[in-house]
């Protein structure tokens, strides 16, 4: 089998350097083909296809080829470039477009390693380019891309631990050192890798870098960074654990019910849309948890569909703020009438991130309820289906405020051409995916699973949620607007970390000048006793006319300096 010539990273991250040298114009253009092209180019490459590589002295494959290489390529390369379109129209500047090629680069190159060294190495490039793209905005985006980076931090340190381990126990990076049905070896690897990779994948509890970091920046680098991270970490978990693991299906569930309610809670629309992407990934999680094909296509299949309609949401709500200016849903209103390209884009992806009948959510947050149901883990397919109850709540709150409700006190205009043309090529996915389930399965990477799609069940299913959804927000209406900040779990930890940081470096300092007092005390009496040595002791002893030979006043200057080195030594 012939070597690909390159791994389809490469052009990505090429365009990112040549971007802001050739012009805006020119250079985003650059970007559209060089993310485009890698759909045909990772459709054409024949699974199996690989490159091995020497990385670091170690066996490697930069570029493996499979079926859930393949389809994180395919989603990855379309939406970078719809995301693109989307910046030049949206005022991005070339720099920040260019970070956000390399960010698309980097992810495109986590994806199709073959081993855990190319892996952790793109993954920790992914963190950095993401964080370059965060604080490139300034403003309150540089604290919230400070906190982004030291827990992406933390997390890939804790998968770079997993990934040494494994190696201690295989003696080798490469994915095909273990059986199919075994990710990560042994017993300590897989916890580690679970946690460091749930950072990115918002667990309930290391979330909150999510809707801190994703409402900062440009509303553009927002559609970039709604994809590409979160989902990665899918993609690693199901590397980790191929087979599923019970206790990762009941977080993901949690994940489902806790995003949707904090979701709820929200004004600030994008912070809205980011709790979201926690609830929706953690649907993706459970069906990586429950394991088996029809789990693991319905996970990754999400993962395909959440990246079209959740860049959408972006979008839609990047317009309303473009036009507006305005970030919180109650300073806002009744905009379908002067947007209705916006309105109808938002409402497609709206009722296809809550799963409605005929729109792509439907169809994969269907698989997995089913694996739930069929494996009969009846409290987490409750714990599920509660998820998606609080999703419908959601976002007939942000549609009907933002677009429904009210008038806006000025006249906007709808999202420009170049806007329009990437939410309505999107939202005609999400719809296309949603009526031909037959389309979504055909580039799924598992095969073999009993499932249909439209039954009568299913559909009742989807259309009972819908309606308690809706009258559920009738009654919750008034009490929602009431609602302000709701904290998080960062307003504990974050004045935790300030403080008691704080107290290790005024603890440190204050112990080393106080040691460092000590030594210089210490180092006036050796000198002292030197000089005099009877007296000195005499002083010491409180009998200052005791006669002592000198034998014994150097034995006690002796004493005084290893004294005096042992608070050196501790002092450095």
Known sequence: MVDPLVPPFVPVLLAAILLPFVGRKVGHALGILATAVVVPYVWLS???????????????????????????????????????????????????????????????????????????????????????LVWYYGGRAVRAGFRYALLHGIGGTLLLGAVVWHYTEVGSFLFTATSADVGMAGDVAPILAAIGIGVNVGFVGLHAWLPDTYPRPHIA???????????????????????GHLTIAYMGAFMA??????????????????????SQVGYMVAGVGIGGALATGGAFGHVFNHILYKSLLFMTVGVVIFRTGEENLKKVGGLAREMPITAITFTIAALSIAGFPGFNGFVSKGMVLAAAHKKHYDILWYLLLAGGVGTFLSFIKLGYSAFVEGEYDSSVRDANWGQSV???????????????PSALF????????????????????????????????????KPLKKVGRVPDIDNLYNPLALYGTRAVVVGTTNLYAGVDRAVVKLSRVSTDAIKHPNSTLGRLTGHGRVRLSAGI????????????????????
């Open 553 to 572: 006043g150097m034995s006690v200057v002796l004493v005084v300096l290893v004294l005096v080195s042992i608070l050196s030594l501790m002092l450095i």
């Open 221 to 243: 680098a927002s559609v970039f960074l709604c994809v590409y991270t979160t989902k990665t970490g899918v993609y690693g978990m199901y590397r980790v654990f191929p087979d």
């Open 46 to 132: 024949p699974e199996g296809q690989h490159l091995p590589v020497s990385l670091f002295g170690f066996d490697a494959v930069l570029y493996n080829v499979d079926g859930f290489s393949t389809l994180m390529g395919l989603i990855f390369g379309f939406i970078g470039a719809v995301a693109v379109l989307y910046s030049f129209y949206s005022k991005a500047d070339s720099v920040q477009t260019a970070f956000a090629l390399s960010y698309v680069g980097t992810s495109l190159g986590a994806v199709f390693g073959g081993d855990w060294l190319t892996l952790i190495l793109f993954w920790e490039l992914m963190a950095i380019t993401s964080t370059l």
């Open 442 to 477: 055909a580039i799924l990477p598992t095969e073999g699973f009993d499932y249909t799609t439209y039954t009568i069940g299913h559909i009742e299913e989807g259309l009972i949620l819908a309606a308690i959804g809706a009258v559920g927000y009738v009654f919750l209406k």
């Open 422 to 436: 990437g939410m309505i090529l999107v939202a005609g996915l999400c719809v296309l995916y949603g009526l031909f």
């Open 257 to 278: 019910v806790f995003g949707a309610s904090m979701a709820l809670l929200q004004s600030d629309m994008r912070r809205l849309l980011s709790y979201h992407i926690q």
